[in-house]
């Protein structure tokens, strides 16, 4: 039998590990017989060593985020197969295998293995020879519904839509008149309703048998009958369980006439969507939770490198969110959008303090502004690292591009430039006029919205900055609003989303000269 690694989430999701030694380590570091892409590994996390019987054996090595086999956190435990293995943010499920013959050689490019087997002679459970034209219309309309749940759990958000999906999957399934999704409560030992169903309207309570429903998840053995010493209309349960502490059973009851081994079946399958679902959603909240405490240190970190800019990020990421929210972006847009603003400046942990502390004069040295230069490129260093992120990193590299080509590190131009870094250039720009630095008085907001009309056509796209000036109004709801919605105009050919959110035709708006600032403005802008 060959041990087998299979990443589940995580920056490394997809890969294979083969364990082909006796022993074997997993972390960070180079040194380690499996070297994962996860800074929330330790250097080196857990080691595995095969014991006298031929099983491995998975061993905490003093790790900073402890080891979890099957969602309990162990020091030492015996693997078996199909355990689920968490590290940091990395889930890797254990598997036991065949191992493969060699393959024999022929003519370059070709191959051929020695069959192990032959295909099973049965791989239909049901006889569909021996089913009416009712119970084949019944089963292929059960396929629907699966086809159909799988569609909804895919895109559901958090466990209550889920298990609303199932429940609702269940009785579409088996005809059930009443249903109920019963969780199991470690602590108590109680079988909590958690979401419930009737087709009967106006009914508002749906009894079921706790006697049953334990069993059922305890025994992990679906049921289909009267319910046992109680009387009430007939019932099928079926149990699920996650790879967490989760448990739970799906409790349906009616019609009068009963149900089958069919309803069960159908049910039960359902039931094993449910559980592995759950199981991914729980996984997918802790990863976000650990995501989130990395993500709050790496902006301390970056707050704490550059003290005169303290909440930049913050107000970037705000100011770029409401941009978003105008030109129309969907919901995956938005986060990896506010992301990328919060992150836009992490390149500066790379520069000297002599440069991110200077505060005797709003004007750096020529070897300072080549410095600052260097951030953009650096930050996009950090995140190329991280697989997850690497839609974000135009924010981090490119913000520092001008619409007219004359910004930097490429030298991009116009719509060469990806949109995220469009974006998060307005935002940046714009607190960068309106907060105040040791060296320079930050300008109000409406002075703030004239010079980014001003810069508009040199260094920001014209009708993002617009589109961020109506933005501002209409969700911050600010002073003098009249003033400036009299003035706002949108470039459609420019950008069409832009365009869409402000229909008819353009209105006069400020003239696109020059822009005349102050050189101390000027290099703030520039630094961001």
């Known amino acids: 039998m060959a041990a087998i690694l299979h990443v589940l989430e995580g920056p490394d999701t997809g890969r294979l590990f083969a364990l082909s030694s006796d022993q074997a380590t997993i972390g960070r570091n180079a040194e380690n017989t499996i070297v994962l892409n996860d800074a929330s590994v330790s250097g080196v996390h857990v080691r595995l060593t095969r014991n006298e019987q031929g099983r491995f054996t998975i061993q905490d090595v003093s790790s900073t985020n402890g080891t979890f086999v099957n969602g309990r956190e162990t020091r030492a435990s015996d693997l078996r197969h199909g355990d689920v293995i968490r590290i940091g943010a990395t889930a890797l499920s254990f598997e036991l295998r065949q191992r493969s013959r060699r393959i024999k050689g022929s003519a370059p490019g070709l191959g051929s293995v020695e069959v192990q087997g032959t295909v ?90 706790k006697i049953l429903a334990f069993d059922v998840a305890s025994s992990g053995e679906g049921y289909v009958g009267d319910p046992p010493q109680e009387r009430g209309a007939p019932v099928v349960v079926a149990p699920f369980s996650t790879t967490s502490d989760t448990s739970g059973v799906i409790y349906l009851s009616g019609p009068v006439d009963g149900f089958g081994t069919g309803e069960l079946r159908a049910v039960e399958a359902i039931s094993r969507r449910a559980g592995v679902s759950l199981s991914a959603a729980r996984w997918r909240v802790d990863f976000e939770i650990l995501f989130g405490s990395m993500f709050d240190a790496i902006m301390k970190t970056v707050q704490a490198k550059d003290v005169y800019t303290r909440g930049h990020s913050e107000r970037v990421r705000h100011y770029s969110k409401l941009l978003g929210k105008e030109l ?190 102050d050189d101390g403005l000027s290099q703030i802008i520039e630094i961001g």
């Open 120 to 209: 099973a002679p049965t791989l239909i459970t049901v006889d569909i020879a021996s089913l009416s034209r009712d119970e084949l219309e019944r089963e292929y309309r059960r396929s629907l519904i699966l086809n159909q749940l799988d569609e909804q759990l895919t895109s559901a958000e958090g466990s209550s839509e889920m298990l609303g999906a199932v429940l609702d999957a269940a009785m579409q399934s088996s005809g059930a008149q009443h249903g109920l999704i019963l969780l199991l409560d470690r602590k108590s030992g109680e079988m909590i309703p958690s979401v419930a169903r009737s087709r009967r309207e106006g009914l508002r309570d749906v009894g079921f048998s």
């Open 328 to 517: 129309g972006l969907g919901k995956e847009e938005l986060y990896r959008l506010t992301l990328g603003a919060a992150l836009h400046d992490i390149g500066k942990l790379g520069m000297p303090d002599s440069v991110l502390k200077h505060n005797k004069s709003p004007r750096l040295t020529e070897e300072q502004m080549l410095e600052v230069r260097k951030h953009p490129q650096r930050g996009a260093e950090i995140l190329r690292d991280i697989p997850f992120l690497a839609d974000v990193v135009p924010a981090a590299e490119l913000h520092h591009e001008d619409w007219d080509g004359s910004g930097y590190p490429h030298g991009l131009a116009g719509e060469d430039i990806p949109l995220i870094a469009r974006i998060v250039a307005v935002a940046d720009t714009y607190d960068a006029i309106t907060t105040d630095r040791p060296y320079q008085k930050g300008k109000s907001y409406e002075e703030g919205h004239e010079i980014l009309r001003k810069i508009a056509g040199k260094r920001l796209e014209p009708a993002l900055v617009e589109a961020f000036i109506s933005a501002w109004y209409k969700y911050r709801k600010g002073p003098s609003r009249k003033r400036y919605v009299k003035t706002t105009r949108v470039d459609a050919a420019a950008t069409p989303r832009a365009a869409a959110a402000h229909p008819g035709p353009p209105e006069p708006g400020p003239t696109r000269s020059e822009p005349v600032i």
